[in-house]
């Protein structure tokens, strides 16, 4: 599913340049359940984005599903992202003056889906979260737990072969961290691969692969 | 991406920013409303001088006696000699020609006219029964001069109406006599008010017969003549007809000048439609300076949005989406602003119509297109250089609202 090979990723910061990520091989498989773990600034966010086509390598092959997508230019690769990439973040990123429902719809609006099967995708995604009465709220008005199911929802939306969740439960309380976790696993039963990172220990330990980093390098699994 | 979910998205944008947008609204709309209001007041007074030219007679050509290279009096009409004056006979020779439909000889003067007790100094017209369909003019009461033989001196005159109110007031003044200088004339009519033509108040004039200002003047010659030609393709060749006819009676010597009102309208038409466009071109000035201020905001609201744009990013927008978003936002901005716009400025020609209904105020119809155009074109270019910003951001650092 996907294969990185030999990806290199360096930023020049000043005059210096500094390496984020170094000779990173992996592979991943479909429906697997992958955590990331490192202390900050050891790259894992930078492989993530990477992994989701926000960011390019410096140097490497990164295939997708067999085909070379380093190699594919901006609306190719955005159109990847639509149609097999799905993102969770810390900070949840929803649009502040869309309703949750209109957040959900997003990714599809933008992908061009018909509006009936838009909303009938919606209605279902936000009976699945269970968030039916706050389906008309913005996300001011919604509690962290609630922000990040919306989060998911649209994450899931266009059907994504990949989710990559970066920090998913960084901004929220024990309990209802735990409780998106739940949700994110469930996915796994659709046979989505999930890709997680995280510095808590407890989470990245529920992935079958845990992979750790230290200075941009894969350390062991 | 579809079109009508862009334009729902940039619109749902806009009214996420309330205060941003009426501004920016505002903005092209007084531009827009300005460019309408000038050049509606611009093409107003052209219509102005343009309709009180017509008011004085159609497909009029004018003869004065003595020759000006330029159109100001010549120094011998202020010292009161005139090379040779114009006679009735000149006048009357003038309809052999084809292409001149009336004439209607004018002399000037200045006399006491009295009624009873009362008195007053009046402008004293002699002309001929054409003066009325030369001149346009219209009567109240009674009948205008009687047509018959030019040289004909009947004791007879037509009042101006301010002049009939003020010997008469409310009583009839037809078969009435008033006394003008020495002679006495029978009031046959009155004239209708018109009010103030070029500067010419017909309404204190009294009209008398040409033959008769000519005794009471002790003069013989013409102040003007004013020739109807037959139709407008037929002014020029009344000009000239004119000109050999006056030619060949003062043997061959050119000593008059001949004019026609066509040429003198078409300077005031051409003066007035410059003036038009100046002021059309500086208030559409204010129109591109608006489309700065909306390249300005949009730049603003591209930082202010780095994340939402990140977002779309990673949701799987490509950069020619995010710029159509920025660029549709702008479109409906400056499509909203010039509606506004000129809904203000028509509302503005209005209100200046209604307030000063003597002057034709309308926005011609270049006008508003050229608002329309500048006010879209001006929104529409200044905002690809934001959407171009908007879309080239780097999704990562976009994300992390850098």
């Keep these: 599913m996907i294969d990185l090979q030999k990806i ?87 649009v502040p003056r869309l309703t949750a429902a209109m957040n959900i719809e997003l990714p599809m609006i933008l992908a061009g889906v018909p509006p009936a099967e838009r909303k009938q995708r919606v209605a279902d995604l936000v009976a699945n979260y269970g968030l039916e009465d706050r389906a008309d709220h913005r996300p001011d008005q919604l509690s962290g737990g609630q922000r990040q199911r919306v989060a998911i929802a649209r994450a899931t939306s266009m059907h994504p072969a990949v989710l990559l969740a970066d920090e998913p439960t960084g901004n929220l309380d024990q309990t209802t961290g735990k409780e998106v976790i739940d949700l994110l696993e469930v996915l796994l039963e659709q046979k989505v691969t999930l890709i997680m990172v995280t510095h808590d220990p407890a989470l990245g330990a529920r992935a079958q692969r845990q992979l750790h980093m230290v200075d941009g390098r894969m350390t062991d699994e | 991406m579809r079109f009508i979910d862009v334009m729902h998205f940039a619109s749902g944008s806009l009214r996420g920013s309330r205060s941003r947008t009426l501004l920016m609204i505002l903005a092209m709309s007084i531009g827009v409303a300005a460019v309408v ?79 009873g007790a009362l008195n007053r100094e009046v402008v004293v017209l002699g002309s001929t029964a054409e003066l009325l369909p030369v001149r346009h003019m219209k009567m109240a009461q009674g009948q205008f001069l009687p047509a018959g033989d030019i040289h004909d001196s009947a004791s007879v005159c037509v009042l101006g109406s301010k002049i009939k109110t003020e010997l008469f007031g409310k009583n009839q003044a037809v078969g009435e006599w008033v006394r003008l200088g020495e002679r006495r004339f029978r009031v046959i009519g009155v004239m209708a008010s018109q009010g103030e033509s070029m500067g010419f108040n017909t309404d204190e004039i009294v009209t008398i017969p040409v033959a008769s200002a000519h005794m009471l003047f002790n003069t013989s010659g013409l102040f003007r003549i004013l020739i109807e030609a037959k139709s407008r393709d037929t002014i020029e060749a009344a000009k000239r007809d004119a000109e050999a006819i006056i030619v060949r009676r003062h043997h061959g010597e050119q000593d008059v000048t001949v004019i026609t009102q066509d040429a003198v309208l078409a300077t005031f038409d051409r003066i007035l439609s410059a003036l038009t466009f100046a002021v059309g071109g500086i208030a559409a000035i204010s129109l591109s300076v608006a489309g700065i201020l909306i390249m300005n905001v949009m730049l603003i609201a591209v930082s202010q949005r780095v994340k939402e744009i990140g977002l779309l990013k990673a949701l799987g927008a490509p950069a020619l989406q995010i710029r159509a978003l920025f660029f549709a936002e702008a479109v409906l901005l400056s499509t909203i602003g010039c509606i506004v716009g000129l809904v203000i400025g028509e509302a503005g020609v209005l209100l200046i119509a209604k307030l000063y209904p003597s002057l034709p105020v309308v926005a011609p119809w270049w006008a508003v297109l050229a608002a329309i155009g500048t006010s879209l074109g001006t929104g529409i270019s200044f905002s690809v250089w934001p959407a171009r910003r908007a879309a080239r951001l780097d999704p990562v650092t976009a994300l992390a609202g850098r």
């Design chain 1, 8 to 94: 290199c990723r360096s930023f020049m910061v000043g005059d210096q340049r500094v390496s984020a990520l170094q000779d990173i091989d992996l592979h991943i498989a479909a429906g697997d359940y992958v955590s990331i773990m490192g202390p900050s600034g050891s790259g894992k966010s930078t492989l993530l984005n990477l992994i989701g086509l926000l960011d390019r390598p410096s140097s490497g092959i990164y295939k997708l599903d067999g085909g070379d997508v380093t190699a594919l230019d901006d609306a190719q690769q955005a159109r990847v992202r639509s149609e097999k990439i799905g993102f969770v973040f810390q900070s949840f990123h929803l």
């Design chain 2, 37 to 115: 209001v000038l050049t509606g007041l611009g093409e107003g007074a052209r219509r102005y001088v343009v309709n009180q030219f017509s008011s004085l007679g159609t497909n009029l050509v004018i003869v004065l006696p003595g020759r000006t290279e330029t159109a100001g009096v010549g120094p011998g009409m202020l010292l009161g000699q005139i090379p040779r004056e114009l006679s009735l006979d000149d006048a009357q020779e003038l309809l052999r020609s084809r292409a001149i439909a009336r004439i209607a000889p004018l002399t000037i003067g200045s006399s006491q006219l009295s009624q």
